[in-house]
């Protein structure tokens, strides 16, 4: 089952149950990468260099654009 199927199953049983529709796919994926290119920009964490705590962040947008088909993304 891919995602739009799903999507139609949860929209018909939202409507059934008199609940709101789930959100299309995809909707908010370029508010997601933007939230988290600007969390990176404000934290200024490298692209996993440091040890410890500060790159899994830049890790995680880096590995989300790439998932996302944007190469290169990674930080300009």
Do not use: F, K, N, W
Request: aromatic fraction near 4%.
């Amino acid at each position: 089952m891919d995602s739009i199927q799903q999507h139609m199953l949860d929209s018909y049983r939202a409507t059934l149950r008199g609940e709101p529709v789930p959100p299309s796919p995809g909707r908010y994926d370029r508010e997601t990468l933007r939230t988290i290119r600007e969390y990176r920009e404000r934290s200024g964490g490298s692209g996993g260099s440091g040890g410890g705590r500060g790159g899994a962040g830049a890790t995680l947008a880096a590995r989300l654009a790439r998932l996302l088909g944007r190469p290169g993304a990674s930080r300009p």
